[in-house]
């Protein structure tokens, strides 16, 4: 059988990709979606506490330097991520034209701004009246409620700290309300989106053929055209020929498909990256903590944008609820932490290849680390930044901890951009070189702002599904 559409993968960019196309398109279609790992219900992910290791353990990565994390199953990383889902900036669609250094975007906020609408809608996201980014009508839900140590950060910084924006329900509707434990890698009352409870319906309409347990292993090109892909089907290769590919895997897999596949657009797999962070364990002086209604609550954009951007990186504050407690009597609640978050720079030092493990070949990241950019805005949070953030609070001592080893938020391996010598494919998500084939996810970004990157990927999915039922189908 031919398809018009063969899907890989079933998290956020191939979900938001599937349901626009869905709803778009009136002519018959015929879709096949790939999911490489299996199914596994909300019930069971919360008995078991944590997902299976064998899902997990499909990158080959130096460790050492970096952490990619990566769920290989129905839904992906949906499952295990912590619903946050700021928009980013204006600024950050063109850092080279307003700063001077990194990549423009080949689209900007206003192009992409009817798409976080439709997004937000979609995952009902709970969200401030009072945001950084320009925002015309309200989010689907009310925001959630900050604690004491949020409010005395926003006395100190009224117009630069706000609630952050969630996809876990501030109160009943498509999901229950956020319980409010801090329990978020895998929601145990389901108050999170996630794939599974906000598009399970996609996978069973009458137009949708789903494959579990099927790993998309390369695909046949014929000129400037994709005519199919082959597959690992519970362990036998299968082949499916179809009108049009769309790669919905992640930054780290859809390269390893396209190299495997023969595909040599020179930037391909290159400028692997995501925000670095690091974590200020604060301990308060009388000032008692953890009074809010999600893990997650605030944002401070006081580092975010500015003149600064042409020499160091942009930073986001982000604050926490979730509950740390002290060890001394009368002070058990009297404790805050805060991250400091930053952007990257792409370099091609940094990029995929493949390799051959144990007679299977599989992804290897080539990571040499973060840019010198990057490490200017470090420096700056870790030397002034964090005084500043906390010199008018109650604090009676902080801890600055080593970077984190991972945001959970690989970028940047399939370039967007204009010109196909600098990029793989267009702004509508298209490769430059085959025409009938997409990139969907955050590995399009030509850069990587302090924003968390879901709400973005999802928006630009839902953007490339309608240039593609218009244009192609």
């Not at 353990?57 to 330097?65: G, I, S």
């Not at 009902?124 to 925002?135: R, Y």
């Not at 996630?194 to 399970?200: A, H, K």
């Not at 401070?300 to 003149?307: E, H, K, L």
């Amino acid at each position: 059988m031919k398809y018009n559409v063969i899907l890989v993968g079933t998290s956020f960019a191939s979900s938001f990709f599937l349901h626009r196309l869905l709803q778009q398109t009136t002519k018959p279609l015929n879709v096949l979606v790939l999911e490489r790992g299996p199914l596994i219900p909300h019930g069971e992910q919360v008995q078991k506490r944590r997902l299976p290791d064998a899902i997990k353990q499909h990158l080959v990565f130096d460790e050492r330097k970096h952490r990619w994390i990566t769920n290989v199953m129905f839904g992906g990383n949906s499952n295990c991520w912590f619903g946050c889902t700021p928009r980013m900036l204006p600024n950050d669609f063109k850092l080279r034209q307003t700063y001077g250094v990194g990549y423009d975007w080949p689209l900007d906020y206003a192009t992409l701004e009817p798409y976080y609408y439709a997004a937000e809608d979609l995952m009902s996201v709970a969200g401030p009246d009072i945001t950084p980014f320009p925002k015309a009508r309200p989010y689907p839900q009310p925001p959630h409620l900050l604690n004491d140590f949020d409010k005395a950060i926003a006395q100190q910084f009224p117009d630069s700290f706000f609630v952050l924006p969630t996809a876990r329900a501030r109160v009943n509707g498509p999901r229950p309300a956020c319980c409010a434990s801090g329990v978020c890698s895998i929601c145990p009352i389901d108050s999170k989106f996630t794939v599974l409870n906000g598009f399970r319906d996609l996978y069973t309409d009458p137009r949708v053929t789903l494959k579990m347990n099927s790993q998309a292993v390369r695909i046949k090109f014929n000129g400037a055209q994709a005519e199919g892909i082959y597959a690992l089907c519970d362990g036998k290769e299968e082949y499916f020929a179809a009108d049009a590919i769309a790669l919905g895997a992640n930054a780290v897999y859809n390269p390893q498909i396209l190299l495997k596949s023969g595909d040599t657009s020179p930037l391909l797999g290159k400028g692997i990256n995501e925000q670095m962070s690091f974590t200020v364990d604060i301990f308060l002086d009388g000032l008692n903590n953890y009074q809010g209604s999600t893990s997650l609550t605030g944002h401070g954009y006081m580092f975010y944008d500015g003149a600064h951007r042409a020499e160091r990186a942009a930073c986001m504050v982000e604050t926490s609820n979730i509950p740390i407690l002290r060890p001394e009597l009368g002070k058990w609640t009297q404790r805050g932490r805060v991250k400091f978050i930053f952007e990257d720079i792409p370099q091609d030092k940094n990029f995929i290849s493949i390799t051959n493990l144990n007679g299977t070949e599989k992804a290897l990241v080539n990571y040499q680390g973060h840019s010198d950019y990057t490490q200017k805005g470090i420096d700056f949070a870790r030397d002034t930044g964090v005084n500043q953030l906390l010199q008018n609070l109650p604090v009676e001592r902080y801890h600055i901890s080593e970077l984190n080893k991972t945001e959970a938020h690989a970028l940047g391996t399939q370039r967007m951009g204009d010109d196909p010598a600098t990029s793989v494919v267009d702004r509508n998500l298209v490769h430059h070189r085959y025409r009938n084939l997409l990139c969907l996810g955050s590995g399009v970004f030509p850069s990587s702002a302090p924003a968390n990157p879901t709400l973005t990927l999802s928006a630009l999915s839902l953007r490339a599904a309608d240039f593609f039922a218009q244009e192609a189908l």
